[in-house]
């Protein structure tokens, strides 16, 4: 009797088992719940990069908005300007 085909499944099972468990931890890692959708995108933006020409263009935008105008506690309480 040849014990070959025998020793060759025990081998692979071991390795179907893994991957069934490789598999079942990625689904739990993309199954998450968000508090709100700002959440969601701080996420997504964390694991994301844009592409160069997007990034730049991205950036250019950004520099080109006036700053923001001080709220009404600041011009308030004039006292600290640089927060």
């Known amino acids: 009797m040849d014990t070959t085909p ?15 468990e490789q598999q079942a931890t990625n689904q739990e890692q993309t199954h998450r719940e968000f508090a709100s959708v700002e ?6 933006a964390s694991q994301t990069t844009p592409p160069p020409e997007i990034a730049e263009r991205l950036r250019a935008s950004l520099e080109a908005d006036p700053p923001p105008k001080r709220t009404w506690w600041r011009r308030l309480f004039k ?4 927060l």
């Not at 959440?39 to 997504?44: A, N, P, V």
């Not at 006292?79 to 640089?82: E, L, S, V």
């Open 6 to 20: 025998s020793n060759s499944r025990l081998r692979h099972q071991p390795q179907q088992e893994q991957t069934a």
């Open 39 to 44: 959440d969601m995108l701080r996420c997504d």
């Open 79 to 82: 006292r600290n300007d640089t």
